[in-house]
């Protein structure tokens, strides 16, 4: 079954503390990956794309890397206003291009 | 928001009774999705189209239609609404093999 995994489900880091969220998939044959922010009671912002493993994107504090089994989303020097729920998403395999969504880590940074 | 009104924001609705969301696109997007967010479950395939009149079910569609008559409109129906649609509804519109973007969604409640 293709399958989407997210972790960890919260983290709560002090501002400058870097760290990074891991997003762990199942499908056959990776046509895309992406990740999204959403804020409260906002819909989810489009963030990076990733295609084949060994890319990686960058904005601002924010880079994401990718792999044959996960993508990580690595926070350098986080601020508050990166508080946000992040999500990640793969293309379904079936050539149509349907999003199978992770449940997200929400990331709290703390002044 | 790329474009992308989700019409009502908010609604309370009785057990029973029809209900029709709207989405309106203003970026000639081909691929229209509608998806449903509830905590633990993250954002979940209603039903999605890849064209005018060319609709397609996705991971959760009892209960819901859909119809798509122009290009920029995707109207999502509760056919007889029920307290388990209770939910936050999210349009998106993407191209193929590129990212989708996310209208800012409707908080529907089910009394």
């Known amino acids: 079954e293709d399958q989407v995994t997210q972790s960890p489900e919260a983290l709560r880091l002090q501002e400058g503390e870097s760290s990074s969220l891991n997003c762990s998939y199942t499908?056959?044959?990776?046509?895309?990956l992406f990740w999204y922010r959403q804020d409260p009671g906002k819909g989810p912002e489009f963030l990076f794309t990733?295609?084949?493993a060994g890319e990686e994107k960058e904005k601002e504090r924010l880079k994401a890397t990718l792999t044959k089994k996960e993508s990580f989303l690595h926070i350098t020097a986080p601020k508050p206003e990166d508080s946000a729920t992040y999500l990640c998403?793969?293309?379904?395999?079936?050539?149509?291009?349907?999003?199978?969504f992770g449940t997200g880590t929400r990331l709290q940074v703390f002044p | 928001d790329a474009g992308i009104t989700q019409s009502p924001r908010h609604k309370v609705t009785e057990t029973g009774t029809p209900v029709t969301l709207r989405c309106h696109q203003t970026?000639?997007?081909?691929?229209m999705y509608w998806y449903r967010q509830d905590p633990g479950h993250g954002l979940r395939l209603i039903h999605y189209?890849?064209?005018?009149?060319?609709?397609d079910k996705g991971e959760v569609s009892d209960g819901y239609s859909v119809s798509r008559s122009k290009t920029e409109d995707f109207l999502l129906t509760l056919e007889s609404a029920t307290s388990s649609q209770t939910s936050v509804y999210f349009c998106?519109?993407?191209?193929?093999?590129?990212?989708?973007?996310f209208g800012q969604g409707t908080r529907l409640t089910v009394v």
């Open positions: 998403a793969v293309q379904s395999p079936d050539n149509t291009d349907k999003l199978i």
């Open positions: 499908v056959s044959g990776l046509r895309g």
């Open positions: 990733l295609y084949s």
């Open positions: 970026e000639n997007h081909r691929y």
């Open positions: 189209s890849y064209g005018v009149k060319d609709t």
């Open positions: 998106a519109c993407g191209g193929m093999n590129t990212e989708a973007f």
